[in-house]
C-alpha cells in the first residue's frame, strides 16, 4: 500500500518511506491509498486475540513493507516484557453500563502515548533499512507533554536515531516536565521554548519543510523524522486499540454483535480521535465521535459550525495536553471527507497560515456532522468531574479523562443517546496530581513527590512505578529557547554539538 501527501497525491511512498519521513516535504501529512476493511473471518480473530496479536494484525493491514514476523515481533518487544503493567496492555473499564474507560495509560510513562510509542521506534528502525537509508534519523518532536517523554522513552540509545524533544515553557506540568528533564540515553536532548504548544509544532513544521535545513541537516549527516502524530508510523499503532476496545467490549457481554458504539476522546492535536476514525472505516461499527475540548475549544466550534478558527485567546488550562489551537491531524480527516481532494486541503491549510481560518464546503460539513459531535468543558466542571466520578464510583481519573467524561455527559443529556460509548481514557491521574488533589479538595501545601505520596494516601491508589522514581533522578536539561532559535538549536543538534 502507497501513501499520499494531503496537499499533492502525486508524491507517493511506501508505507517505510511515509514512517522514514514522517511529514512530506511540502508539508503535507501522509495518508494510506485506501483503507483495508476486515472480513468476517478477521472478525472471528480478532475477537479471541490477544492485544499483541490485534496489534501486529491492524499493523499489518496497513504497513505493508513489514513481514507478518517482523510485525508479531515488534508487537512483542513493544507490549510484552513486563512493559504494561497490565496483561490486557489497554483494559476496558467498565464506568458505567453503557461507558467503558478504555485505560490507555498502563505503560512505561503512565499516558497514552506509549500505546504508539513503544511501537514506532521498531517500525522506524526497520523502515530506515527497507528504504535504504543511512544518514542518522534525527527525531524532532514538539509536545504538549506525554509525546515527549514516551519518544524519549521509545527512542533513548535506539541505533540510527537521535531525539530533540522540545514543550512550552510553564505550558506542561511539573510531573511531565520532570519525566523529560531527567531522562537518560546518549542519543536525547530537551528544551523548553518560550511560547504555547502551537508555536512549538509550527515552528518543527517549517523546519521539515524548509529546504535548506533539511539540507544542512544532510550534510551533517542526518534525515529528519518525527515522532509526532503527524507521523503515519505514530498514528497507526493508535487505530490498533479501538479495534482492540471494541472486540474486548463484544467478548465482555457489553454489546452484542450489531451493536453500534460511540467513542468519545479528548482531543488537541486531532491524532486519538482520528485514530478511531480510522478503525470505524475498516469496518468496527462506530455510530458517533464525541469529541471533548477544553477551554481551548477550536474543534467544538469547527464541529458545530463548520469553521476552523485559531485567532483566538489561549488558555493554560488543567488538562495541558490539549492546549492547543491547531489540530495537524485534522488535515488527514478533511482529506478523506473531500475523498482524498489535495488541492481543497491544500487551499484549507494555506488559508489556515495566511488568514488563521478556513470554512469547510457545505459537502464537507455535511459528512462531518453526521459524524462528530463537538462538545467542551472549562476548568471547574473538570475537577468537579474528577470529584464526582470518585465519589459516585471510587474510580480516580485525570484531567484530561475527565474532559471527556464531561462532555460524554452532556452529549447524552443533549442527544438522548444511550448507546454503549467507548472513552479513551488518556493518563494516570498521578501525572495531575495537584490538579485531581484540587479536585477532591484537599490543600495543597507542597509539591512534587509529596504531592504523589498525598494523593496515593487520599485515594488508597499505588503510584505507578515509573513515576515513584523520577525525584530521585537528577535533571539533564534545563535548557529554554525561543521559537526564532529553534532553526538553530535542530541543526545544532544535528552536529552533535549540543
Given at each position: ?13 511506501s ?5 522514514v ?13 485506501s483503507?483495508?476493511?476486515l ?28 513481514s ?20 490486557a496492555t ?10 467503558g ?104 513544521k ?35 486499540y ?14 452484542s454483535?450489531?451493536?453500534e ?33 477544553n ?45 482524498n ?11 489556515l ?76 491521574p ?14 495543597i ?54
Open positions: 500500500m502507497n501513501y499520499f501527501s494531503t496537499r499533492d497525491t502525486t508524491l507517493s511512498v508505507s517505510a518511506e511515509a514512517i519521513r514522517g511529514l512530506s516535504k511540502d508539508g503535507g501529512l501522509f495518508c494510506p491509498e483503507i483495508p476493511k472480513t468476517d473471518d478477521e472478525k472471528k480473530y480478532l475477537l479471541d486475540a490477544s492485544y499483541r496479536e490485534r496489534a501486529a494484525f491492524v499493523l499489518g493491514k496497513f504497513l505493508t513493507d513489514f507478518e514476523e517482523e510485525l508479531c515481533d515488534f508487537s512483542e518487544k513493544a507490549y510484552g516484557n513486563g512493559k504494561f503493567d497490565s496483561d489497554a483494559p476496558v473499564h467498565m464506568l458505567e453500563p453503557n461507558l474507560v478504555l485505560e490507555l495509560w498502563h505503560g512505561p510513562t503512565c499516558a497514552f502515548k506509549d500505546m504508539a510509542l513503544q511501537m514506532l521506534p521498531h517500525l522506524l528502525s526497520a523502515a530506515l533499512k527497507k528504504t535504504g537509508e543511512k544518514r542518522c534519523a534525527s527525531i524532532l518532536v514538539a509536545t504538549s507533554g506525554d509525546t515527549g517523554k514516551a519518544a524519549l522513552e521509545g527512542f533513548a540509545d535506539v541505533e540510527g536515531t537521535k531525539i530533540a524533544v522540545f514543550y512550552p515553557k510553564d505550558g506542561v506540568s511539573k510531573i511531565q516536565e520532570r519525566q523529560m528533564t531527567t531522562q537518560s540515553g546518549e542519543n536525547v536532548y530537551v528544551s523548553s521554548v518560550v511560547g504555547n504548544f502551537d508555536d512549538v509544532q509550527s515552528a518543527m517549517e523546519i521539515f519543510s524548509d529546504e535548506e535545513i533539511r539540507g544542512k541537516a544532510s550534510d551533517n549527516g542526518c534525515i529528519f523524522s518525527s515522532a509526532n502524530s503527524i507521523n503515519w508510523g505514530r498514528a497507526v499503532p493508535q487505530i490498533a479501538y479495534v482492540s476496545g471494541y472486540f474486548d467490549l463484544l467478548k465482555s457481554g457489553s454489546i454483535e450489531n451493536d458504539i460511540n467513542v468519545c476522546v479528548p482531543t488537541g492535536n486531532f491524532g486519538n480521535i482520528l485514530a478511531a476514525f480510522y478503525a470505524r472505516e475498516m469496518g468496527i461499527p462506530i455510530k458517533k465521535f464525541i469529541c471533548a475540548s477551554s481551548n475549544n477550536v474543534l467544538t466550534d469547527f464541529f458545530n459550525t463548520g469553521k476552523y478558527d485559531k485567532c483566538r485567546e489561549f488558555h493554560v488550562t488543567t488538562s495541558p495536553a490539549m492546549d492547543i489551537l491547531i489540530s495537524s491531524n485534522l488535515e488527514r480527516l478533511i482529506f478523506n471527507l473531500s475523498g481532494d489535495d488541492k481543497t486541503v491544500k487551499k484549507y491549510m494555506s488559508k497560515k495566511s488568514d488563521g481560518a478556513y470554512t469547510v464546503s457545505a459537502e464537507i460539513f455535511e459528512k462531518i456532522s453526521e459524524l462528530f459531535y463537538g462538545g467542551c468543558c472549562n476548568d471547574d466542571e473538570t475537577l468537579k468531574t474528577i470529584s464526582n466520578v470518585f465519589s459516585e464510583h471510587n474510580y480516580l481519573i485525570d484531567t484530561h479523562t475527565a474532559v471527556g467524561v464531561n462532555v460524554y455527559r452532556k452529549y447524552v443529556k443533549e442527544t438522548g443517546d444511550e448507546a454503549v460509548t467507548l472513552l479513551a481514557s488518556t493518563a494516570s498521578f501525572k495531575f496530581a495537584d490538579s485531581v488533589l484540587s479536585a477532591l479538595g484537599i490543600d501545601t507542597s509539591g512534587g513527590e509529596e504531592l504523589l505520596r498525598i494523593l496515593s494516601k487520599t485515594t488508597g491508589q499505588k503510584i505507578p512505578a515509573p513515576l515513584a522514581s523520577i525525584f530521585e533522578k537528577e535533571e539533564r536539561f534545563v535548557n529554554t529557547t525561543t521559537r526564532e532559535e529553534l532553526p538553530d538549536v535542530v541543526l545544532k543538534f544535528t552536529e552533535g554539538a549540543l
